[in-house]
T-cell receptor, first 115, second 112 residues
Framework: EPEVTQTPSHQVTQMGQEVILRCVPI?????FYWYRQILGQKVEFLVS????????KSEIFDDQFSVERPDGSNFTLKIRSTKLEDSAMYFC?????????????FGSGTRLTVV | TQLLEQSPQFLSIQEGENLTVYCNSS?????LQWYRQEPGEGPVLLVT?????EVKKLKRLTFQFGDARKDSSLHITAAQPGDTGLYLC????????????FGRGTSLIVHP
């Protein structure tokens, strides 16, 4: 079964450093998403991406965050200057269509630890 | 942002028992999804319900969407240890974007 692949599985970084989280969505999917889940809290939407541009973003997705699709397969989330509170699981997801009832496939996540 | 309340927050039961978990909101949803998440993994979509009153079955799991499309339930019959996990509901607000908003989840442990 097709899957969304995320790398690395675990990233430890010093506060103030830049990190790039990588995702390979399912090949025929057109819509891509980043979510995060702080330990013990709910899954929170960060941003959606379609046709090489951001289609929607949450208030969490401030100027410290950016997304890019640098080639035909990768989808990246960059955090410019990490803060302690950025520590969380970051999930990439993709979907073939965007509509009510549409299904999302999530990756296994990257656990980001900011020290 | 609509609030999705899931209950109970935690559930610990013995193998073979039945259980129901709930997802409630004051908002109307165009659709609602149920996911299961295991520790260290991403959510895995179980089902999407779209029509008010809709019932969907997935083996021992029965999902129901409320008539008013504001709530949903997940019933598991004869729970097994493999059912252990975090059950999340996620709703797409009617007339809003197609980005699902998640509840906090129900953490289920099924003891052998």
């Amino acid at each position: 079964e097709p899957e969304v692949t995320q790398t690395p599985s675990h990233q430890v970084t010093q506060m103030g450093q830049e990190v790039i989280l990588r995702c390979v969505p399912i090949s025929n999917h057109l819509y891509f998403y980043w979510y995060r889940q702080i330990l013990g809290q709910k899954v929170e939407f960060l941003v959606s991406f379609y046709n090489n541009e951001i289609s929607e973003k949450s208030e969490i997705f401030d100027d410290q965050f950016s997304v890019e699709r640098p080639d035909g397969s990768n989808f990246t989330l960059k955090i410019r200057s990490t803060k302690l509170e950025d520590s969380a699981m970051y999930f990439c997801a993709s979907s073939e269509v965007i509509r009510s009832g549409g299904g999302y496939t999530f990756g296994s996540g990257t656990r980001l630890t900011v020290v | 942002t609509q609030l999705l309340e899931q209950s109970p927050q935690f559930l610990s039961i013995q193998e073979g028992e039945n259980l129901t978990v709930y997802c409630n909101s004051s908002s109307v949803f165009s659709s609602l999804q149920w996911y299961r998440q295991e520790p260290g993994e991403g959510p895995v979509l179980l089902v999407t319900v779209v029509t008010g009153g809709e019932v969907k079955k997935l083996k021992r799991l029965t999902f129901q969407f409320g008539d008013a499309r504001k709530d949903s339930s997940l019933h598991i019959t004869a729970a097994q240890p493999g059912d252990t996990g975090l059950y999340l509901c996620a709703g797409m607000k009617s007339g809003g974007s197609y980005i699902p908003t998640f509840g906090r989840g129900t953490s289920l442990i099924v003891h052998p």
